[in-house]
């Protein structure tokens, strides 16, 4: 399995965002995608989950209304549109694959990409 995150950059309050997360080695039938976030001295987030088996998406509260999640199985490909972006945002943003919940646990993803930095100033 792997999984390679792209996207980040820098972008000042109110901007947008689209990460991208391509997918090998598995099919979205098999496992969902998480998308988390680490900021410095902070602990892994839950931002975001999708599971096209069931359709199930979720979204921490902290970005709901801001961020979307898709997926386009034809290209192993999953996608985190980031509007309305805050400076708390900022953050390494990792897409995982494993189990989509409402809990939006790490422990639940096995696979992980490298990350891709988010910058979010003025």
């Known amino acids: 399995l792997q999984l390679v995150e792209s996207g980040g950059g820098l972008v000042q309050p109110g901007g947008s965002l689209r990460l991208s997360c391509a997918a090998s080695?598995?099919?979205?039938?098999?496992?969902?995608i998480g998308w988390f976030r680490q900021a410095p001295g902070k602990g892994r987030e839950g931002v975001s989950c999708?599971?096209?088996?069931?359709?199930?998406?979720v979204y921490a509260n902290s970005v709901k209304g801001r961020f979307t999640i898709s997926s386009d199985n034809t290209k192993n490909m999953v996608y985190l549109q980031m509007d309305s972006l805050k400076p708390e945002d900022t953050a390494v943003y990792y897409c995982a694959a494993g189990v989509c919940s409402r809990r939006l646990r790490g422990d639940e993803f096995g696979s992980w990409g490298q990350g891709t930095q988010v910058t979010v100033s003025s």
């Open positions: 080695g598995f099919t979205f039938d098999d496992f969902a």
């Open positions: 999708i599971s096209s088996s069931d359709g199930l998406t």
